[in-house]
């Protein structure tokens, strides 16, 4: 399980846990619904469907980000994820976190950002090759084209 852990200028923070499909024990996520949202002014940063676990498969999540002292930093723990924000569609905020990393949030003028799990994989590993067979790890749910060529790099038909 990730944690998305966001935190304002003044030290409010909130928390927000992000799960894939594959740990999802529930089909129930009502389960996870957090209280309403708080009067104007006062800090909070939740996910659009108002609850604090999220599953973060194929589909973009949003965090809506209200009353903060910006600057925000948006912390990610565990979880390997495009953050964007949807003021500008990506243009002040696009930013790529492997893992563990931060992003700093300036302009006060974005409070709505949009974390997309990456679908790619972390490493790359070709296996040992003899004659044509080839072996290779990637996505489930991923595109790849098999290009065969001769010693010199001459493509041939595959």
Same mark, same amino acid.
């Given at each position: 399980?990730? @944690?998305?852990?966001?935190?304002?200028?003044?030290?409010? @923070? &909130?928390?927000?846990?992000?799960?894939?499909?594959? @740990?999802?024990?529930? &089909?129930?996520?009502?389960?996870?619904?957090?209280?309403?949202?708080?009067?104007?002014?006062?800090?909070?940063?939740?996910?659009?469907?108002?609850?604090?676990?999220?599953?973060?498969? =194929?589909?973009?999540?949003?965090?809506?980000?209200?009353?903060?002292?910006?600057?925000?930093?948006?912390?990610?723990?565990?979880?390997?994820?495009?953050? =964007?924000?949807?003021?500008?569609?990506? /243009?002040?905020?696009?930013?790529?976190?492997?893992? &563990?990393?931060?992003? /700093?949030?300036?302009?006060?003028?974005?409070?709505?950002?949009?974390?997309?799990?990456?679908?790619?994989?972390? =490493?790359?590993?070709?296996?040992?090759?003899?004659?044509?067979?080839? =072996?290779?790890?990637?996505?489930?749910?991923?595109?790849?084209?098999?290009?065969?060529?001769?010693?010199?790099?001459? @493509?041939?038909?595959?």
């Amino acid at each position: 399980m990730g @944690q998305i852990i966001v935190s304002d200028a003044s030290g409010e @923070q &909130n928390t927000l846990y992000v799960i894939s499909h594959s @740990q999802l024990t529930t &089909n129930n996520l009502q389960l996870f619904d957090l209280p309403p949202v708080p009067p104007s002014g006062i800090f909070d940063a939740l996910s659009v469907h108002k609850r604090n676990v999220e599953v973060l498969g =194929t589909e973009a999540r949003r965090i809506v980000i209200s009353g903060a002292s910006y600057p925000v930093e948006v912390h990610l723990e565990g979880v390997e994820a495009r953050i =964007t924000d949807l003021a500008t569609n990506g /243009k002040i905020v696009d930013e790529i976190v492997h893992g &563990n990393g931060v992003v /700093k949030i300036t302009n006060a003028a974005i409070g709505l950002i949009e974390i997309q799990s990456l679908d790619i994989p972390v =490493t790359y590993e070709l296996f040992q090759n003899y004659r044509i067979r080839l =072996t290779h790890q990637r996505p489930s749910n991923s595109v790849a084209a098999k290009l065969t060529g001769d010693a010199i790099g001459v @493509q041939s038909a595959g």
